[in-house]
T-cell receptor, first 114, second 113 residues
Framework: KQEVTQIPAALSVPEGENLVLNCSFTDSAIYNLQWFRQDPGKGLTSLLLIQSSQREQTSGRLNASLDKSSGRSTLYIAASQPGDSATYLCAVYMIKAAGNKLTFGGGTRVLVKP | NAGVTQTPKFRILKIGQSMTLQCTQDMNHNYMYWYRQDPGMGLKLIYYSVGAGITDKGEVPNGYNVSRSTTEDFPLRLELAAPSQTSVYFC????????????FGDGTRLSIL
């Protein structure tokens, strides 16, 4: 059974510092890995989707890497801003899964202090 | 530009009551999903649907039922509500292509007392 872990559960950094968020998974037979952002009282917003054949994906200040063999992904957020404060979740889609089903990690709650 | 709409946003139920959580999407997505999120935890899949008339169980289906009579709507039914069903419920949708991300509603916060 696939298990997705995100450590740490919470992170606090001063504004301007780079953020590094970690995600690990136990079964490397994934189709893709997705990073989401969740604001308090809101649903999830997709940030980046990395195919299993890709090593990284970039969007603006966000960069996500994927090392399938070691079961790890890292989300980098450059020059953090208070507006980056949110919970970040990663999720994996398994190759043998039907219906585009995702397995989620528990999330990392990020606070960027001005 | 509605996306995925969930109603109600909040609800308090008594043990043993029943209710239906509504979800509708206007993106013509084939796939729809129901998740629950407990405090400090990730999302767990309750039920999903790959198209109108087709539904299947996810990881935690006990105590819930779903139907999918149209592409747009995917209601979740709670029968005989129990305190363990206190959670935040999210509906999501996506295209059949697994390379496309899922789109989420804002959630329904449900308390069973």
């Amino acid at each position: 059974k696939q298990e997705v872990t995100q450590i740490p559960a919470a992170l606090s950094v001063p504004e301007g510092e780079n953020l590094v968020l970690n995600c690990s998974f136990t079964d490397s037979a994934i189709y893709n890995l997705q990073w989401f952002r969740q604001d308090p009282g809101k649903g999830l917003t997709s940030l980046l989707l990395i195919q299993s054949s890709q090593r990284e994906q970039t969007s603006g200040r966000l960069n996500a890497s994927l090392d399938k063999s070691s079961g790890r992904s890292t989300l980098y957020i450059a020059a953090s801003q208070p507006g980056d404060s949110a919970t970040y979740l990663c999720a994996v889609y398994m190759i043998k899964a039907a219906g585009n089903k995702l397995t989620f990690g528990g999330g990392t709650r990020v606070l960027v202090k001005p | 530009n509605a996306g995925v709409t969930q109603t109600p946003k909040f609800r308090i139920l008594k043990i043993g009551q029943s209710m239906t959580l509504q979800c509708t999407q206007d993106m013509n997505h084939n796939y729809m999903y129901w998740y629950r999120q407990d405090p400090g935890m990730g999302l767990k899949l309750i039920y999903y649907s790959v198209g109108a008339g087709i539904t299947d169980k996810g990881e935690v289906p006990n105590g819930y039922n779903v139907s999918r009579s149209t592409t747009e709507d995917f209601p979740l039914r709670l029968e005989l509500a129990a305190p363990s069903q206190t959670s935040v419920y999210f509906c999501a949708s996506s295209y059949f292509n697994s390379n496309q991300p899922q789109h989420f509603g804002d959630g329904t916060r449900l308390s069973i007392l």
